[in-house]
């Protein structure tokens, strides 16, 4: 008699499913969801990760670390990338135009 895990539990996820390390897409093939539940390596790029991660939902895996959720596809991906790289320009002409009212502001008080 002891505190120790029951020896069919001893090596599964919290969830009781087996725990598949998973590095490259053919990882993905013959996994049974109703068994396994996947665990990404951290070696892994986040192109590469968005995109395991839709296949493992397409197959209907649980994913353990399934990392950022803002972005769920890599088409997506390149769309917010776009989007972040004119937002700086932007964002720099609008600070640009407001240091200029500041110091017209303040010549006027001066004045």
Same mark, same amino acid.
């Given at each position: 008699?002891?505190?120790?895990?029951?020896?069919?539990?001893?090596? &599964?996820?919290p969830?009781?499913?087996s725990?598949?390390?998973?590095?490259?897409?053919?990882?993905?093939?013959g996994?049974?969801?109703?068994?396994?539940?996947?665990?990404?390596s951290?070696?892994?790029?986040?192109?590469?990760?968005? &995109? &395991?991660?839709?296949?493992?939902?397409?197959?209907? &895996?649980?994913?353990?670390?399934?990392?950022?959720?803002?972005?769920?596809?890599?088409?997506?991906?390149?769309?917010?990338?776009?989007?972040?790289?004119?937002?700086?320009?932007?964002?720099?002409?609008?600070?640009?135009?407001?240091?200029?009212?500041?110091?017209?502001?303040?010549?006027?008080?001066l004045?």
């Amino acid at each position: 008699m002891g505190y120790g895990t029951a020896s069919k539990l001893k090596g &599964l996820h919290p969830r009781g499913l087996s725990e598949r390390l998973v590095e490259k897409l053919s990882d993905l093939n013959g996994l049974d969801p109703k068994s396994h539940i996947v665990r990404f390596s951290a070696r892994l790029g986040e192109r590469k990760r968005l &995109l &395991l991660r839709e296949k493992a939902r397409e197959f209907g &895996l649980r994913i353990a670390n399934p990392g950022r959720e803002g972005v769920s596809t890599v088409e997506e991906q390149g769309e917010v990338e776009k989007a972040q790289a004119s937002t700086p320009a932007k964002m720099s002409k609008s600070v640009t135009e407001s240091s200029e009212t500041e110091s017209t502001s303040d010549s006027e008080e001066l004045g």
